[in-house]
C-alpha cells in the first residue's frame, strides 16, 4: 500500500489516501520509490478545471526518484538508478521522435490524453476502483509506475530535490530558451512571469547569451528572484504597463524574443505585442482551453515578419537535455538549488496550491 493525493473533482482539495494499491510494473515499465515531487502550476490548473483531467487522479508530474522493480524487456534502468521522471515518455520511434521532437511524442500525447500510461491503462486502485495517473506519472504518490522510456537515469548523488525540479520546471523554462526560442548573445528577451519556469526561462535565457533580461510579474518577491536568476531590468505590471516599459527599454522596437509563462490571454497578447519586427513571440503558459487569440493579421504579423511558437516540455530531448542540465548545475551555471522556497510532506499538498495562488513563492517540493 501506498500514501498518494488524489483529485476527486474540480476545485475539491486533493485526498490523501493511504490506501492506494500500485501493481508491479509491466512489461516495458518501470516501479519508482519517489524521492521528491515538485508541485507546478500545471498541478493547480488540473484542479481548478484549466486542463481536464479523468478523476479519481493521481496528479504530480515534476518528479525524481529510485527505481525499485523493472517490468519485462526493460534494459534502460535497473533497481537502484536514480531517475528524473520525464511526463513526456519519448518513443524515439514515431514521426515526431524521428525528427527530433521529442517533446511531441505520439505515445506521449495518447498517455496523456488517456490518464494512464502508454497502453491507456493505469496501476493504481483505491477505494476498489481505479485511479488515473497525471501526464503518465503520477508523483504525489510514494511509489509509482511509469513507462521505462519515462525514466532517465541521474547521478545517484544528486539532490532528489533537485532532480524532481528538473523533470518539469527546468526542463521547460530552459528548454523554451535553449531550444525552442533563437535567443542570439546581445539580446534583449523580455519574460511575461517569474514563477518555477518563468525563472528558468530567464536562467536559459542568460545561458544563452542574452545582454539585457526584462523580467515581468506582478510580485516583488518573484521580481526579486528574477534578479538573482539573471534578470536586469524588473517591471511589476501590477504598477506600470508592461508593453509601454519593454517599447521604452528598447527605443521603442520591441524585445528580440519574448516569452509568456502564466497562460492568461491578456498577458499572451502582452507578449506579443512587446516583440520587436522579426522577433519571436514565445508562449509557455498553458492557458484554458476556451481562450483564443486575435490578432491583427496583417500589422500585428505579417508586415512584422514575427513569429509566434508555442513550447511544449521546453521543445526537450529528455535523454540529452537532463544530463546536459546536471552539468550545468554542477559547474555552479543553473540554480536549481534557489528554486526550492519550500520542502513539504505529502500531507501539505493543498497548502502549497494556495502558496502558489499568493504568487509568493518559486516552488514547494514535497519530499517522501
Ligand atoms: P507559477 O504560478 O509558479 O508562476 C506564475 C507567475 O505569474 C507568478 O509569479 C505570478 O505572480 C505571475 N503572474 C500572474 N498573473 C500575472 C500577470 N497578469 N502579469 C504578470 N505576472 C503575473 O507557475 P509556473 O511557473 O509553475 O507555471 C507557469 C505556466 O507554465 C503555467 O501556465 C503552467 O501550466 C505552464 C507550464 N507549461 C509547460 C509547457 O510544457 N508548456 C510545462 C510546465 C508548466
Ligand atoms: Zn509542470
Not at 503518465?136 to 539532490?159: H, M, R, W
Not at 523554451?176 to 526561462?201: E, F, K
Not at 510580485?219 to 521604452?248: D, Y
Amino acid at each position: 500500500m501506498a500514501k498518494a493525493a488524489v483529485m476527486t473533482g474540480i476545485d475539491q482539495p486533493l485526498e490523501i489516501r493511504d490506501d492506494v494499491e500500485v501493481e508491479s510494473p509491466r512489461a516495458g515499465e518501470v516501479k519508482v520509490r519517489m524521492g521528491a515531487s515538485g508541485v507546478c502550476h500545471s498541478d493547480l490548473s488540473m484542479v481548478n478545471g484549466t486542463m481536464m483531467a479523468a478523476t479519481p487522479i493521481v496528479l504530480g508530474h515534476e518528479g525524481a526518484g529510485v527505481v525499485e522493480e523493472v517490468g519485462e524487456g526493460v534494459t534502460s534502468v535497473k533497481p537502484g538508478d536514480h531517475v528524473v521522471i520525464s511526463w513526456v515518455p519519448q518513443c524515439g520511434e514515431c514521426f515526431f521522435c524521428q525528427r527530433d521532437q521529442g517533446y511531441l511524442c505520439e505515445q506521449a500525447n495518447a498517455a496523456l490524453a488517456s490518464g494512464g500510461l502508454l497502453d491507456g491503462t493505469t496501476r493504481m486502485t483505491s477505494k476498489g476502483g481505479p485511479l488515473s495517473q497525471m501526464a503518465a506519472s503520477g508523483t504525489f504518490s510514494e511509489v509509482t509506475i511509469i513507462p521505462a522510456i519515462g525514466a532517465v537515469k541521474v547521478p545517484d548523488d544528486l539532490d532528489m530535490k533537485v532532480a524532481a525540479l528538473i523533470g518539469c520546471g527546468v526542463l521547460t523554462g530552459t528548454g523554451a530558451a535553449l531550444n525552442t526560442a533563437t535567443i542570439r548573445p546581445g539580446d534583449t528577451v523580455a519574460v511575461v512571469g517569474c514563477g518555477g519556469v518563468g525563472l528558468n526561462v530567464i536562467q536559459g535565457a542568460r545561458i544563452a547569451g542574452a545582454t539585457e533580461i526584462i523580467a515581468i510579474d506582478m510580485n516583488e518577491t518573484k521580481l526579486a528572484l528574477a534578479k538573482e536568476f539573471g534578470a536586469t531590468q524588473l517591471v511589476n505590471a501590477g504598477e506600470t504597463n508592461p508593453v509601454s516599459r519593454v517599447m521604452e527599454l528598447t527605443q521603442q522596437r520591441g524585445a528580440d524574443v519574448s516569452f509568456e509563462v502564466i497562460g492568461l490571454g491578456e498577458t499572451i497578447e502582452q507578449t506579443i505585442t512587446m516583440t520587436r519586427r522579426g522577433g519571436e513571440a514565445i508562449l509557455v503558459g498553458v492557458p484554458r482551453m476556451d481562450v483564443m487569440l486575435t490578432l491583427p493579421a496583417f500589422f500585428g504579423v505579417v508586415l512584422q515578419g514575427k513569429s509566434i511558437k508555442g513550447c511544449w516540455y521546453g521543445s526537450s530531448n529528455v535523454q540529452k537535455d537532463v544530463p546536459k542540465l546536471v552539468d550545468l548545475y554542477k559547474k555552479g551555471e543553473l540554480k536549481l538549488d534557489e528554486l526550492i522556497s519550500r520542502e513539504i510532506k505529502l500531507e501539505d499538498v493543498n497548502e502549497a496550491f494556495d502558496a502558489m495562488k499568493t504568487g509568493e513563492i518559486a516552488r514547494s517540493v514535497i519530499t517522501y
